[in-house]
């Protein structure tokens, strides 16, 4: 029996995909692939333009009903299972190879044929990943570079008022909270880190990961943001199963009242100064807005915390809404990612 896979070329967010029945692993049809893409800028750039025409071809060829017994269009690329061992994909927008769904080298310098064999392994969740030891020019991070979204001056004039200039504080004291955690509490840190941990042996989230740092939060995938929504559930709201927790057509909004003293906004770019107190102001501003309801189970207390989660890093806040939105905040901590 032939080891079986799929190559795929992606182009505006549709794969033209190709079955490929036999010798599907790396040292074959991987290095078929790669002996296909030009190391020389010129040539690889004429590859490029030709490789997406392809690609509007055969996706003109798809619009109007015409089957083809060679390739196939798909929104969605091809993926791993019982009878498909290996999965190639170049991103001919992004420029990125990826392997069994993880983006893996720059597709515009990828590495020499020993390197791309040898780097080809699994990380700590057991997720296919490159090596620890390949060149880092060879590593699609290169592409995944996104700069900052620009600020409203007046969110960071906002900013600096509400805080009155002070400083950040540490959790146990912006919590209220000692230093060492109870029993009690180092038990639930522990089971919550082992279900993020089981989340993400997901593939579907290990890509998720690894193909944020491409985004804003105008154009953050609908995957990331149900996986921010999905682990901000996990941490605030009582553990117990529930169906609308693990489905995507969940409505999600720019901001989460997953308890009535919690809010959480999504957010991006939280690594750059000016994004992350732009966040935590429009989380003041969320936080200060009336409620206009005479429930009183619906009324929000007179301290607020807020939570500005961007997957790789979250920062807390406590606002105080009988002091004008007056908040202290922590130092930025790395999260997942």
Not at 55 to 67: L, P, R, V
Not at 85 to 95: G, K, Q, S
Not at 301 to 329: H, M, Q, T, W
Request: hydrophobic content about 35%; some cysteine.
């Amino acid at each position: 029996m032939g080891t079986r896979g799929y190559y795929s070329y992606r182009h505006k967010r549709r794969n033209c995909c190709r079955y490929n029945p036999f010798d599907s692993y790396p040292d074959g049809l991987g290095l078929d692939l790669l002996g296909q893409i030009p190391t020389d800028p010129e040539a690889f750039h004429r590859w490029l333009e030709n490789s997406r025409k392809l690609c509007e071809k055969w996706y003109d060829k798809a619009d109007k009903g015409i089957e083809s017994s060679d390739w196939e269009v798909r929104d969605v690329a091809p993926h791993n299972d019982l009878f498909i061992e290996w999965v190639y994909e170049m991103d001919l927008d992004l420029l990125i190879f990826s392997i069994d769904g993880l983006p893996m080298y720059c597709l515009d310098h990828m590495p020499p044929s020993d390197i791309f064999v040898d780097s080809v392994t699994f990380d700590h969740y057991n997720i296919r990943a490159p090596a620890a030891g390949m060149p880092e020019e060879y590593s699609y991070t290169r592409k995944l570079v996104c700069p900052p979204p620009q600020v409203p001056h007046s969110s960071l004039d906002s900013f600096t008022r509400l805080t009155e200039g002070q400083p950040p504080t540490s959790l146990h004291v912006l919590i209220f909270r000692p230093i060492n955690l109870l029993h009690s509490e180092a038990t639930c840190t522990k089971t919550l880190e082992l279900l993020i941990g089981a989340l993400l042996h997901e593939q579907r989230f290990s890509q998720t990961l690894r193909k944020l740092p491409a985004q804003t939060y105008d154009n953050i995938s609908p995957q990331a943001l149900w996986l921010m929504y999905v682990l901000t559930q996990l941490a605030i709201c009582p553990s117990y199963y529930n169906n609308r927790l693990w489905s995507m057509d969940v409505r999600l909004g720019r901001f989460w009242w997953p308890r009535a003293h919690i809010c959480v906004r999504p957010s991006t770019h939280l690594h750059d100064e000016d994004n992350l107190r732009h966040s935590m102001t429009e989380l003041v501003t969320e936080i200060m807005k009336p409620t206009n309801s005479d429930d009183p189970d619906l009324r929000r207390p007179s301290i607020v915390y807020g939570i500005a989660f961007s997957l790789l890093k979250c920062v807390l806040i406590r606002v105080d809404r009988e002091n004008g939105g007056a908040f202290r905040y922590t130092e930025g901590a790395y999260s997942v990612g």
